[in-house]
């Protein structure tokens, strides 16, 4: 065996990876590194699992652990992956680079040599344009074995992007490793109706079958990379015979563990780069017959290595062109404005009220899913407030009745019973309770007086919303009006307007019986 050891991440815990510097592969050996839904995260971060979210991550970081590791073991001995969403979470998505905006990204991922990612759906947050350039001008594999151009099954499927692979074959230390990729079924409401008319997607189990029947005679381990999450990952496992392993994302998962499924491990390695999954996979006869690691936190003052002058250079020249915009200061925070799982959050709650007076409604709507950063307290810059926003969707209103807002609420509390998050709001006060398993409204006011089921009422929100709306809100909204403003400009206008404050109001009521 090598001695790779791990300090495993752990809660107020720091660690580093530690290499014997004589440390040899025995054969049938290799190592496995991998991230997944990094998001342009190519900074720190905050460590937001930890009490005092320390700053954690960005691609020097990662550039020196891969470095160390390659430095004992050689290049070929290491295999770094990626699970997809590399775009879309800060300022880098707005320069274009490799023909694509965000393409930045896929410069910094070359420089630390990754050997393969898969898409994920916010690569298509700008478009397929966009998307294709991105994959097309990549110089690290892309697969996507489930994405096929539409209209194409009569030809046998042909790839959804220009360069995208079904699979790929790596070499490693005398073993050949296939990597299939597979990206989730749930890009038809995650990406634009005008992305989805040029791509069919196919189902993943059918999709995953083939690719397995096309790798085992070839290759000594099948591995699985996936955007898709990690539910549909442990279906996968349970339903596909043949993957030995699963490299994930979507989901954001924190494994510091492995997970086993029948014959198959799944791994994960959480999100925005803050960790490093780092794994010793032994092969015997075509298996894994031991697999030891976990994840590495990538503390940026606690280096192994020194990073690549390519990368350290890449990361200060798209540090310094972002901030000439974005570090510009707009205002400052009384408290922390958090992001938590249900139905409320100081965020959610200042990110509606914000939708609700940028649009100048009576309501205020937001997707959970939407909002993608925490506000610490203190000074604010539009960089700051990208993050939470990085979304190009434009502030919209639109209408609603009365009765059809009512089914819009009992819609949401009835997810919430079964432990999806509703839609956030603002404007609105509504109690409800369960009764015989299903959600019960006790009450609803609109800006303080009580709901009128005849009564139309305007409901500012994101474009997304609107876009998606038999996904999201089961009513097609009237009088669509969408305004110039951006929902990040009209957040930067609203933080800007004096010290911004902690929202407290619940709007979401559960009423226990």
Request: hydrophobic share 45%.
């Amino acid at each position: 065996m090598i001695a790779l050891a791990f300090f495993v991440a752990c809660v107020g815990a720091r660690n580093a990876v530690e290499t014997d510097p004589v440390a040899q592969l025995e054969q049938g050996q290799f190592l496995l590194a991998h991230t997944n839904d990094l998001h342009a995260h190519f900074l720190p971060d905050h460590a937001d699992w930890m009490p005092d979210k320390p700053s954690i991550g960005g691609f020097v970081a990662l550039d020196a652990h891969v470095q160390s590791i390659r430095s004992v073991y050689g290049d070929d001995a290491v295999v770094l992956l990626d699970g997809g969403d590399i775009l879309t979470g800060t300022p880098l998505m707005e320069v274009q680079a490799h023909g694509a905006f965000g393409g930045g990204m896929v410069e910094l991922m070359e420089g630390v040599g990754y050997d393969a990612w898969v898409v994920g759906n916010h690569e298509f947050d700008r478009g397929f344009d966009n998307a294709a350039s991105l994959v097309e001008h990549s110089g690290i594999p892309v697969v996507g074995a489930n994405l096929d151009a539409a209209g194409s099954e009569a030809a046998g499927g042909l790839p959804a992007l220009p360069g995208l692979r079904d699979h790929v074959v790596i070499e490693t230390n005398g073993l050949r490793v296939g990597v299939f990729g597979l990206t989730t079924e749930g890009l038809f409401h995650l990406a634009s109706p005008a992305t989805m008319s040029r791509i069919d997607v196919r189902p993943l189990m059918e999709t995953a079958q083939q690719q397995v029947g096309e790798l085992e005679g070839e290759v000594d381990l099948v591995v699985a990379l996936t955007h898709i999450g990690l539910e549909q990952d442990r279906e996968l496992a349970a339903q596909v015979e043949g993957i030995d392993l699963i490299v994930g994302g979507h989901s954001h998962t924190r494994m510091t563990e492995y997970e086993r499924v029948g014959d198959t491990i799944i791994v994960q390695a959480g999100s925005y780069g803050r960790q490093l999954g780092l794994w010793e996979v032994t092969v015997d006869d075509g298996s894994i017959s031991e697999m030891t690691g976990g994840l590495v936190d990538l503390w940026p003052d606690d280096l192994p290595h020194p990073a690549s002058e390519q990368v350290s250079g890449l990361v200060a020249e798209w540090q310094n062109r972002i901030d000439e915009t974005f570090a510009l200061s707009v205002g400052s925070l009384e408290g922390d404005l958090m992001r938590k799982p249900g139905p409320e959050s100081t965020m959610g709650m200042w990110a509606t009220d914000m939708v609700r007076v940028g649009a100048q409604a009576d309501i205020g709507m937001y997707n959970a899913g939407g909002l993608r950063a925490d506000l610490l307290a203190g000074p604010l810059t539009r960089g700051d407030v990208y993050q939470v926003f990085p979304f190009s969707n434009k502030l919209v209103r639109f209408e609603l009745t009365g009765a059809e807002l009512v089914g819009l609420l009992l819609r949401g509390a009835n997810a919430q019973l079964k432990g999806h998050r509703p839609l956030l709001w603002s404007g609105v006060r509504f109690e409800w309770a369960e009764v015989g398993g299903a959600p019960d409204l006790r009450s609803v006011h609109i800006g303080g007086k009580p709901l009128e089921l005849e009564a139309s009422y305007t409901i500012g929100t994101n474009s997304y919303v609107a876009q998606q709306w038999e996904h999201l809100l089961g009513v097609e909204p009237r009088a669509l009006m969408a305004f110039e403003e951006s929902v990040f400009e009209s957040a930067v206008r609203f933080a800007s307007e004096g010290p911004v404050s902690i929202p407290h109001d619940p709007r979401n009521v559960f009423v226990q019986q």
